[in-house]
């Protein structure tokens, strides 16, 4: 009787949990007939913010596979003084407010930021700029690369590469032919992570970027406007978010699990 309840228990939790996310996303989808979806995806301000958000999210997540893919490397093969430091430190973008993310970026890079003085005497400005938005995206999304890629760097056999040093190749080699090529599912699996957290941020960019129509107002901004003014649009811009976000976590589990599989 103990073990029946327990199942129970366990398959209430799972059917709650699951009509908790199902539910929300359900009626979201069933609220707009398909017919009015396809003709709110020719307004203005959809096709702007659908291209804005294209284009930033793949330049966050570029410079996110650029700045940590060998960040993840470095933390998952040596040890040095501050590492756990570091990596609490990188870490922080996932459970920091992206509000006080996005306000931190400000003051970091505001013309009177820390940063920001030095780009004023080279004539720049970065916030709220498109350039703003891409390194928001690129602030809360850097985690959930350096992350999963960490962890598989970690758990590969250190035989593989002890076996290329033993053949006189040096590290560099051997982390382009080693290493990197046994990472791959790890770094397809941060990178989806990653471009799925840009695509959907938020509160930094606001806060950091503004809400500039055609400038700085990706998707999520968008569907904040219009959820004030047209709620079919802020739907179909939602829903068009929820389609590319399914997406790529489709993708993701359908890569994991495999052909065949």
């Known amino acids: 009787m103990a073990a029946v309840a327990v199942r129970a228990a366990v398959g209430l939790a ?4 699951a009509a908790l996310v199902v539910v929300p996303l359900l009626a979201l ?5 398909l017919r009015t979806l396809a003709d709110q995806l020719g307004q203005r301000v959809v096709i702007e913010a659908l291209v804005l958000s294209a284009q930033a999210s793949l330049s966050a997540t570029a410079a996110v596979v650029a700045l940590g893919l060998p960040t993840a490397y470095l933390l998952a093969t040596r040890t040095f003084p501050g590492k756990k430091v570091v990596e609490v430190v990188l870490d922080l973008p996932m459970v920091l407010p992206p509000t006080v993310a996005g306000l931190a970026l400000l003051l970091a890079f505001g013309r009177a930021g820390l940063a920001g003085r030095l780009l004023q ?5 970065i916030p709220f700029t498109t350039l703003a938005v891409v390194i928001a995206q690129t602030f809360m999304a850097l985690p959930f690369f350096i992350g999963p890629v960490r962890a598989g760097i970690a758990s590969l056999d250190p035989r593989a590469q002890e076996v290329a040093r033993t053949l006189g190749a040096t590290e560099w080699y051997g982390f382009w032919r080693v290493v990197l090529p046994l990472s791959v599912p790890a770094i397809v699996a941060g990178t989806a992570m990653a471009g799925a957290r840009a695509l959907g941020e938020f509160g930094a960019t606001i806060t950091f970027a503004g809400n500039l129509p055609g400038v700085t107002q990706t998707m999520p901004l968008a569907v904040y406007v219009e959820l004030q003014r047209d709620l079919d649009t802020a739907i179909t811009l939602s829903v068009l978010l929820l389609l590319v976000s399914f997406g790529l976590l489709l993708a993701l589990r359908m890569g994991r699990a495999g052909p065949g599989r």
């Open 29 to 33: 989808t069933l609220r707009v007939p």
């Open 14 to 17: 799972m059917a709650l949990c």
């Open 121 to 125: 005497l080279f004539g720049l400005s």
